[in-house]
């Protein structure tokens, strides 16, 4: 069993930057691909990034290449987002998942959080 909290959501100007963050609870973490999802009004879930369960690779949707950073601290339990040169189509709630495969599809996904809004002014 895992749970995940999401933190670090706000509101933020066109271009600016924030870094998501996600505290894991449970003794399996480490063993976790982990991932971030993201919701806007009126839209699907859709994937945002991965990281497998060692940190040693990572996955990004297109719309969020270049710009988006996931990473791990599985000592602290932890999985971080870092959102640089954000765009007011990146607004939407955002969510921190856990899977014991890799994949993209948030079906694979068995964990979730409550997730956190991100907002971003034009």
């Known amino acids: 069993q895992v749970q995940l909290v999401e933190s670090g959501g706000g509101l933020v100007q066109a271009g600016g930057s924030l870094r998501l963050s996600c505290a894991a609870s449970?003794?399996?973490?480490?063993?976790?691909?982990m991932g971030w999802f993201r919701q806007a009004p009126g839209k699907e879930r859709e994937f945002v990034a991965a990281?497998?369960?060692?940190?040693?690779?990572?996955s990004y949707a297109d719309s969020v290449k270049g710009r988006f950073t996931i990473s791990r601290d599985s000592a602290k339990n932890m999985v971080y987002l870092q959102m640089n040169s954000l765009k007011p189509e990146d607004t939407a709630i955002y969510y921190c998942?856990?899977?014991?495969?890799?994949?993209?599809?948030?079906?694979?996904?068995?964990?979730w959080g409550q997730g956190t809004q991100v907002t971003v002014s034009s």
């Open positions: 998942a856990a899977s014991w495969g890799w994949s993209r599809a948030s079906e694979a996904y068995k964990y």
């Open positions: 449970g003794r399996t973490f480490s063993r976790f691909n």
């Open positions: 990281i497998t369960w060692s940190g040693g690779d990572t």
